[in-house]
């Protein structure tokens, strides 16, 4: 009995302990995770250097493509609405003939009078003045139907209505180009990505252009763009139209009264019988030629100033565009620290 359990192989000696077992099962788990951690980390960072993150520091940029979409139309609409502003403008001359051609009859009465027939009598009298009939005709033409302040005036004050609702509509489109950029740019709080003013790349283009180009912009005063067109318009009026005449380098304005004059001085010859009837008659198409051409070369005149703003507008637009798409210094640090 004693010899058997003194020969009996011993199977505490050869089988392991179960907490050593534990350790070694460990440590195998550990050795096999942490490459592939390092292999998921590797990828993670190769992902994150691929993809760019447009943090507040670098954000998005607009395109030329997203801008014109968002700015054209604004700048359609200025354009349709610059010809209205040109059409109600350039009836100003014609609204002043018309409004006074009722007159016509009347003057023509009062020239044939027996005052007028005075006034003729007395100009060819010894030691008077010459001119004293075509004075008394200018001074009833004036009375009875429109003086030459009143023309210069109406005329004058079209150029300058047209500039100011020009501006007025100007800067209506620039409040909508900034609500616009606004949509388009990130508000990111620096002043490096805010949207590029419309009105600042307009005086730009000013400050680049010569003075003709920059009319009615805000560097020059309004009366002396409308006193210098008002010269233009009047001057190409009295080139085609009988009933004005430019006196001398002053340029000092008259009503032309010579066939009048000449109307006048057959009626007193005798050789017409109805003065008034052809005075009134003559006036009357002389009031239409010369409404016709005030209106051409006011329309003339507004339609250039129109045109000038809108070219103005569509390169202000261009270097709206190349401003908000350029990158900006906070984008260009960032691409740097991570290229």
């Known amino acids: 009995m004693k010899t058997h359990l003194h020969n009996a192989p011993s199977t505490t000696s050869k089988t392991t302990h179960p907490l050593t077992q534990g350790i070694l099962l460990l440590v195998a788990v550990v050795l096999c995770v942490l490459p592939f951690k390092a292999s998921l980390f ?8 691929a ?5 507040p520091e670098t954000p998005a ?22 010809k209205a502003i040109t059409a109600r403008n350039a009836h100003a001359i014609n609204a002043l003939i ?4 009722a007159g016509v009859q009347t003057f023509a009465e009062d020239v044939v009078s027996p005052s007028g027939k005075w006034a003729y009598i007395k100009s060819k009298l010894p030691g008077t003045s010459a001119d004293g009939h075509e004075k008394f005709i200018r001074e009833k033409f004036a009375k009875h139907i429109f003086s030459e302040v009143a023309l210069k005036e109406a005329v004058s004050q079209a150029v300058s209505r047209q500039i100011k609702e020009l501006q007025s509509l100007e800067n209506e489109l620039a409040i909508k180009m900034r609500s616009e950029l606004a949509a388009l ?29 920059c009319k009615g912009i ?24 009988g009933i004005l005449a430019i ?8 009503l032309g009264v010579g066939f009048v004059v000449a109307i006048f001085v057959d009626y007193v010859l005798g050789l ?12 009357s198409k002389s009031l239409g030629e010369l409404a016709r051409t005030g209106t051409d070369a006011l329309e003339t005149e507004c339609s250039r100033l129109a045109s000038q703003r809108c070219e103005q507008w569509e390169q202000a637009a261009q270097r709206l565009i190349a401003q908000a798409t350029q990158p900006t210094r906070s984008a260009s640090l960032a691409s740097v620290r991570n290229p």
């Open 247 to 254: 006196g001398g380098i002053s340029s000092t304005w008259s």
């Open 42 to 49: 590797n990828t993670a960072n190769n992902t994150t250097a």
């Open 218 to 241: 805000g560097n020059v005063v309004t009366s002396e763009i409308a006193a210098q067109i008002t010269v233009q318009i009047l001057t190409r009026m009295a080139a085609s139209s």
């Open 272 to 283: 017409i019988d109805n003065p008034a009837a052809d005075i009134a008659k003559a006036v």
């Open 61 to 82: 940029r607009p395109t030329a493509e997203e801008i014109r979409r968002r700015i054209d139309p604004l700048l359609s609409e200025a354009r349709v609405e610059t």
């Open 51 to 55: 993809t760019p993150i447009h943090s």
């Open 185 to 213: 740019t990130p508000d990111s709080g620096d002043a490096a990505v805010q949207p590029p003013d419309f009105e600042a790349a307009l005086k730009e283009i000013c400050n680049a252009a010569s003075w003709d180009a």
């Open 98 to 101: 018309q409004g006074h051609s």
